[in-house]
């Protein structure tokens, strides 16, 4: 991390209480370590699962069950607060985004509460996990991507459900600061991966999805796997860890109120080379068959880093090559784990 810029552990006391909505997911009990190792002390995380179902359980942080699109809920949550921190949402990959675009808008509901709880709490800061899928569709239809700029979310054609529920709540953040000074902070994250993230049950990502798969054909010895489209589709990928430091500093960062940013790598890879980066991490070989017909996403698209680079100096750098590693190790011990009888969380239930 750059030193010079500004973040909690520099700006606040260590027992300042800093409040993780969506904890027992994957980003939110990324973050809620990442604090908590930092060496803050009150820490209240916050998910709608019971705590045995969380990704990451923390020792010495308050975890509570709520459902934050409940109003009152999101009052309790957020008392006596400094920042808070919205990861919380019902989502997916794209095989959930594509099927379930009611629940995706419901989330809406999570951010419109949290907010003004947060705004009547006198918060400090609050920060809102937005998406890509917020930026305009017609400019992600070639896997030849141009990178997507933040200017690019309008004129708005954001993806359904998922995209627009992100703009419509990225537009409540910066009302929020222009008519009653809560400072917000808003990040649209480009596909987020590493250990501890949903890797089977139907939610899970292309990297993990792909990498369970890659696993399973070699536990069943049977050397093929699908991939969804022709895979010709090109994305970038975030690990988990740049992902956290980064919501740290662009919390932090006074220049970003209320002013949407990119965070996301730009290293730009088409699904059948991440299959075969992550053939060569298992040292495996597979046949391939596509399904075109099941739900495959953009044609492309990749993050824009000028801005965070200009205003930071910092973007996230982390080798898809080193993270894919750190990831199949943890999915292939989750596999092991899951045979053996053992609680693997982050495989949900269909
Ligand atoms: P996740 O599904 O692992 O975590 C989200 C958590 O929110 C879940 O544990 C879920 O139970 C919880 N939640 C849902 N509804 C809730 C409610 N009503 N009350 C309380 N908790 C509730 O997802 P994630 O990957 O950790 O994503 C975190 C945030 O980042 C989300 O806003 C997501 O849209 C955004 N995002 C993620 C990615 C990515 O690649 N993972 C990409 C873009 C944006």
């Known amino acids: 991390m750059t030193t010079q810029n ?9 027992d300042d209480l800093i409040v993780i909505a969506g904890a027992g997911g994957f980003i939110g009990g990324a973050l809620t370590r990442y604090f908590h190792d930092q060496g803050f002390t009150n820490i209240r995380a916050i998910d709608k699962k019971p705590v045995y179902k969380w990704y990451q359980r923390v020792p010495g942080v308050e975890s509570l069950c709520l459902d934050l699109s409940d109003r009152e809920n999101c009052h309790r949550a957020v008392e006596g607060a400094v920042e808070v921190y919205n990861l ?9 985004i594509e ?17 003004e709880a947060a705004y009547e709490a006198g918060v400090d800061r609050y920060f809102f996990s937005s998406s890509a899928c917020a930026y305009n569709i017609t400019l992600q239809q070639d896997p030849n991507v141009r990178a997507l700029k933040e200017s690019d979310a309008y004129p708005a054609m954001a993806e359904r459900g998922y995209g627009w529920e992100k703009l419509m709540s990225e537009i409540f953040c ?12 808003i ?10 993230g949903t890797w089977d049950g139907g939610r899970e990502k292309a990297p993990a999805a792909l990498t369970r798969k890659v696993i399973e054909a070699q536990e069943s010895g049977d050397m093929s796997i699908d991939i969804w489209g022709d895979g010709t589709q090109t994305r970038s990928f975030m ?10 500093m662009i919390t932090h960062c006074d220049e970003l109120v209320a002013t949407p940013i990119n965070l996301g790598s730009s290293e730009l890879i088409s699904i059948n080379d991440l299959v075969s980066l992550i053939e060569g991490i298992a040292g495996v070989k597979l046949d391939r068959t596509y399904k075109l017909d099941a739900p495959r996403g953009v044609a492309g698209r990749n993050s824009d880093n000028s801005f965070i680079e200009q205003v930071l100096g910092w973007e996230p750098s982390t080798p898809l090559r080193t993270g894919m590693g750190q990831t199949y190790t943890w999915i292939k011990q989750q596999y092991a784990d899951r045979a053996a009888g053992l609680p693997t969380p982050a495989a949900e239930e269909k």
Request: net charge positive.
């Open 187 to 196: 990040a649209r994250f480009h596909n987020v991966y590493g250990p501890y």
């Open 99 to 115: 099927h379930f675009r009611v629940e995706c808008l419901r989330s809406i509901l999570i951010n419109t509460h949290l907010l």
């Open 174 to 185: 910066q009302e929020y600061w222009a008519e009653r000074k809560l400072k917000t902070f």
């Open 239 to 248: 690990y988990i860890d740049d992902c956290v430091k980064g919501i740290d």
């Open 6 to 14: 500004p973040t909690a552990k520099s700006m606040r006391n260590p």
């Open 88 to 96: 919380a949402a019902d989502m997916g990959g794209m095989g959930f």
